[in-house]
Structures are given as structure tokens and as C-alpha cells.
């Protein structure tokens, strides 16, 4: 788990200075920050993960395309065993792929290594594992 921490607009001197406060006030145990600042708990990947700011200022993890299915693979893999046999089925009646459509044999398939797919597919599997585990939040 790491910190996101969101600020306005700022020059880098000032995200430095905001991102030592951040670091010395975990430090202390206690993170204070004024109004028009949020903080977020995100599970990303450290390891072979660069971290560059996109044009909307929030920060964006690049990975390769075999890292991101493998994160994804681990996230459907562990939806199946958070939410049982039939887990498949839901995910996809209720969440449909983000615009790709798939199947639950799609799944099965991607679950047990026995079916290949474009990266496109894979990221279509991943918003709508991102949205039920919003959903179930």
C-alpha cells in the first residue's frame, strides 16, 4: 500500500516540500493536511514501476503490458476466491467488460492460462474487476 497524497497545482519545489512534509508528519504518526488537499490508501506495484505525472496532474503507474495482465490475472484470481463459484457469471452480467465484451468462458480461460488475449481484453477484465470491487466497498 502507498499514500497518494493530492495538491493543488504547484511548481516541483512545492510538491517536494508537500511530499518531505508528508514523509516526517507519517514519521510523528500524525498527517495533518489543510482543506483543499486529499489523501488516498492505493495498492500499486513497487517493484520495475516508474511514476510520472500525467497531463492531469495525477500520478500514473507505467508498467509493461505483461505486468498489468499478471496484475490483473492476481485480481481475477482473487475475486473467484473472494466471491465463490457463479463469481464469473456476475461479473460479467453486471459489469460487461468496460465496451469489450467477454465471456465467462473468457475468464475461465484467462483464470487457467489456456486462452490468450489482446491487451485491450485484458484491460476490459481489469475495469470491470475495478468496478465490482468498488461496487462491493
Not at 33 to 51: C, F, N, R, T
Not at 112 to 125: F, M, N, Q
Given at each position: 500500500?502507498?499514500?497518494v497524497?493530492?495538491?493543488?497545482?504547484?511548481?516541483?519545489?512545492?510538491?517536494?516540500?508537500?511530499?518531505?512534509?508528508?514523509?516526517?508528519?507519517?514519521?510523528?504518526?500524525?498527517?495533518?493536511?489543510?482543506?483543499?488537499?486529499?489523501?488516498?490508501?492505493?495498492q500499486?506495484?513497487?517493484?520495475?514501476?516508474?511514476?510520472?505525472?500525467?497531463?492531469?496532474?495525477?500520478?500514473?503507474?507505467?508498467?509493461?503490458?505483461a505486468?498489468?495482465?499478471?496484475?490483473?490475472?492476481?485480481?481475477?484470481?482473487?475475486?473467484?476466491?473472494?466471491?465463490?463459484?457463479?463469481?464469473?457469471?456476475?461479473?460479467?452480467?453486471?459489469?460487461?467488460?468496460?465496451?469489450?465484451?467477454?465471456?465467462?468462458?473468457t475468464?475461465?480461460?484467462?483464470?487457467?492460462?489456456?486462452l490468450?488475449?489482446?491487451?485491450?481484453?485484458?484491460?476490459?477484465?481489469?475495469?470491470?474487476?475495478?468496478?465490482?470491487?468498488?461496487?462491493?466497498?
Amino acid at each position: 500500500m502507498i499514500l497518494v497524497v493530492r495538491s493543488p497545482a504547484g511548481s516541483m519545489e512545492d510538491l517536494t516540500k508537500i511530499r518531505d512534509y508528508v514523509v516526517e508528519s507519517l514519521g510523528v504518526g500524525v498527517l495533518v493536511l489543510p482543506a483543499d488537499m486529499s489523501y488516498k490508501l492505493e495498492q500499486m506495484p513497487l517493484a520495475g514501476v516508474q511514476i510520472e505525472h500525467s497531463e492531469e496532474n495525477d500520478i500514473v503507474p507505467k508498467i509493461t503490458a505483461a505486468e498489468e495482465k499478471r496484475m490483473i490475472l492476481k485480481n481475477l484470481k482473487a475475486y473467484r476466491e473472494r466471491h465463490g463459484l457463479g463469481s464469473y457469471a456476475a461479473l460479467v452480467n453486471e459489469f460487461g467488460g468496460g465496451g469489450r465484451i467477454f465471456t465467462v468462458e473468457t475468464l475461465r480461460g484467462v483464470a487457467d492460462g489456456s486462452l490468450k488475449l489482446p491487451i485491450e481484453d485484458w484491460r476490459a477484465i481489469g475495469t470491470a474487476l475495478n468496478k465490482a470491487v468498488a461496487a462491493d466497498e
